[in-house]
């Protein structure tokens, strides 16, 4: 049996209590910003304004990814919830990244001080708290993907609406700590600089987890071929059926985060049709006295059966192509 099974409620809820939560802090961040005039505050500020539009977008990929198919798409539409990762990826790189680095910058040249409030470093200390329950919760539902290590389980994900979330929740972690690092050393020396380097490296770190998922997605996008273990159990509902002579290819590819597109390259097993076809009637109710007919509706019936096999095995095997000889 299949490894792994994804939980489209546990996608769900984690994504709508992110969206929740950035809600709020977006809200708190940016009264932290108006309060100070802080680049590195509103780095965060504007961090989670795109991380607010995120949820959004990634539920908007995972609800339109769970239409059935139709006639322009007939392998449905799971391929859509990579399209709108992709989006949200895109977003967190212009306005989270590009933004606040802009704002670094202009402080660096202009050397504005911020106003020290001490209303915005508790606002920070509560963020960093909120962001903390997200991205544990995100952490949770991730470390039972497959893989061998903490590497291998993110960068192997297929799950980009849960991998979104992650990322997303560990970057903004990283962002309060920056910021409150930034404005915290700004308190202590009365020096603007120390705020507008630490707002630059929030635009860095923002930055490379953009490109991460941006990469992520178009290799998902362009047809990823399923993880080894997925073709290693569809290898395993095959085995020992009498019907099938040899497997010569299995191919495996990824249509959405749980969808999986299956190809069957198999040689049928001729001898054991004509041996069942001699052992008489009594193994061949159906069309028992046209040989010919007889055999094309076994082959048919056995490849409706290997497809079923590998669907109840396999359950993210949604559709299964068969080539045979």
């Known amino acids: 049996m299949s490894g792994h099974h994804h939980d489209h409620g546990g996608t769900a809820k984690t994504v709508a209590f992110n969206l929740a939560v950035n809600l709020f802090l977006t809200l708190a961040k940016w009264l932290a910003f108006a309060l100070t005039g802080s680049p590195s505050l509103f780095g965060e500020a504007a961090h989670s304004t795109a991380d607010s539009l995120n949820p959004i977008l990634l539920w908007t990929g995972h609800r339109r990814g769970q239409r059935p198919k139709d006639g322009r798409h007939p392998f449905g539409h799971s391929r859509e919830t990579f399209f709108w990762s992709l989006v949200a990826a895109q977003l967190m790189l212009l306005v989270g990244s590009l933004l606040t680095a802009y704002r670094g910058i202009e402080t660096i040249v202009t050397g504005a001080k911020p106003d020290y409030s001490p209303w915005s470093l508790g606002i920070m200390a509560l963020a960093l708290l909120a962001e903390g329950c997200t991205l544990t919760l995100a952490w949770r539902k991730i470390s039972r993907e497959r893989g061998a290590n903490l590497a291998e389980k993110i960068g192997g994900s297929h ?159 949604r559709s299964v192509e068969i080539e045979y000889t």
């Open 159 to 317: 799950d980009t609406v849960l991998l979104g979330v992650l990322l997303e929740n560990g970057v903004d972690a990283l962002g309060v700590i920056l910021a409150f690092a930034g404005f915290g050393l700004f308190v202590l020396t009365g020096e603007p600089l120390w705020d507008a380097a630490f707002s630059l490296l929030i635009a860095l770190t923002l930055f490379v987890s953009s490109v991460f998922l941006i990469n992520r997605s178009r290799s998902l996008l362009t047809g990823e071929a399923a993880p080894a273990e997925t073709v290693a159990e569809i290898g395993q509902a095959l085995a020992g059926r009498p019907g099938i002579a040899e497997v010569m290819e299995i191919t495996a590819v990824l249509y959405g985060s749980e969808h999986v597109h299956c190809r069957l390259r198999l040689r049928l097993n001729a001898e054991w049709f004509a041996n069942r076809w001699c052992s008489g009637p009594a193994s061949r109710p159906y069309l028992a006295g046209d040989p010919v007919l007889w055999t094309l509706l076994a082959v048919r019936l056995e490849l409706s059966e290997i497809k079923a096999a590998v669907r109840a095995s396999v359950p993210e095997v």
